[in-house]
């Protein structure tokens, strides 16, 4: 199993940035997909950005191409999501999930942290 770990939350106003990091540990090399998720209130929860620990491939939604990065240090253990321009619209709980294949869809990931909240205000 892995276990998951975010930090990096926070309250930012419009137009700055903030990074999140996510530890693994347990049987990551199971796992060579981590992807940050984000939930806002009232909605589902949706895919932000995917890096194959592997090749270091990056995948990203429309929404944060261009402002989001995704990277990973170089023992592929913690991956990170450095957040610029942020948005009013990027306010939500972000999690990082872990999986064994290329997938944009929540089923797709067996392992998830806690999550981490992050509110951008206008």
């Known amino acids: 199993q892995v276990q998951l770990v975010e930090s990096g939350g926070g309250l930012v106003q419009a137009g700055g940035s903030l990074r999140l990091s996510c530890a693994a540990s347990?049987?990551?090399?199971?796992?060579?997909?981590m992807g940050w998720f984000r939930q806002a209130p009232g909605k589902e929860r949706e895919f932000v950005a995917l890096i194959n620990l592997s090749d270091g491939r990056t995948y990203y939604s429309d929404p944060v191409k261009g402002r989001f990065t995704i990277s990973r240090d170089n023992s592929g253990n913690t991956v990170y999501l450095q957040m610029n321009s942020l948005k009013p619209e990027d306010t939500a709980d972000y999690h990082c999930?872990?999986?064994?294949?290329?997938?944009?869809?929540?089923?797709?990931?067996?392992?998830w942290g806690q999550g981490t909240q992050v509110t951008v205000s206008s």
């Open positions: 999930a872990a999986g064994r294949y290329y997938s944009r869809y929540v089923d797709s990931f067996n392992a």
């Open positions: 347990g049987r990551t090399f199971n796992n060579p997909y």
